[in-house]
């Protein structure tokens, strides 16, 4: 099951593009990559999903090199309301690894948007 | 409108006293997960389920236990809490398919904030 790092924290002023990285060096063959969102007291909710290249969609995008070892999510022109914390996630339900079927979440990155 | 349903939303019990959170879900999802966030240590996965009858431990099932008798539910039992089960728990579902092909994000509920004394 591939593990994922991400910076704790990150700060940004309002108007600003975000970008958030996430580092998955043992990404598998059938892992899909999936960014979350999360306010306080609210469950995670979809962003964005992706396999390869680049996934662009209303609210973010997404970027994923040749390798796959890292992604990377970009919010364009951050305001107040994108103060949240951001998973990455990493896997596929149908199969991790082992015969295991775990979803696991890294700690995620708490981003604070400043007027 | 398709959405998981937890309830309660809180609930403040007493060391040993059994008690069970359900979760619900009208999407016709085959796998269903539960999850507990602490302060500083992310989503951690408690047990999910690939489809009725077929449970599986997460990442910390410590203290827990799950059924999955029908597709829709899947509550999480607590036998004998104790006051390191107080956390903010999550019950999350998602489509099962095939390895290679489509994927689908996970839909969480609203959670359930436990507080054992």
């Known amino acids: 099951l591939a593990k994922t790092t991400q910076p704790i924290s990150m700060d940004s002023y309002e108007g600003q593009e975000v970008n958030i990285t996430c580092s998955h060096n043992n990404i598998a063959t059938n892992d899909y990559i999936t960014w979350y969102q999360q306010f306080p007291s609210q469950g995670p909710r979809f962003i964005i999903q992706?396999?390869?290249t680049k996934v662009t969609n209303e609210v973010a995008s997404l970027f994923i090199p040749a390798d796959r070892k890292s992604s990377t999510l970009s919010l364009p022109r951050v305001s107040l309301s994108d103060t949240a914390v951001y998973y990455c996630l990493v896997g596929d339900p149908a199969y991790s690894g082992a015969g295991s079927y775990q979803l696991t979440f890294g700690k995620g990155t708490k981003l604070s948007v400043i007027p | 409108e398709a959405q998981v349903t937890q309830n309660p939303r809180y609930l403040i019990t007493v060391t040993g006293k059994k008690l069970t959170v359900t979760c619900s879900q009208n999407?016709?999802?085959?796998?269903m997960s539960w999850y507990r966030q602490d302060p500083g240590l992310g989503l951690r996965q408690i047990y999910y389920s690939m489809n009725v009858e077929v449970t599986d431990k997460g990442d910390v099932p410590e203290g827990y236990k799950v059924s999955r008798k029908e597709k829709r539910n899947f509550p999480l039992i607590l036998e004998s809490p104790s006051p390191n089960q107080t956390s903010l728990y999550f019950c999350a579902s998602t489509l099962a398919w095939t390895a290679s092909s489509y994927n689908s994000p996970l839909h969480f509920g609203n959670g359930t904030r436990l507080t054992v004394t």
């Open positions: 992706g396999y390869k």
């Open positions: 999407m016709n999802h085959e796998y």
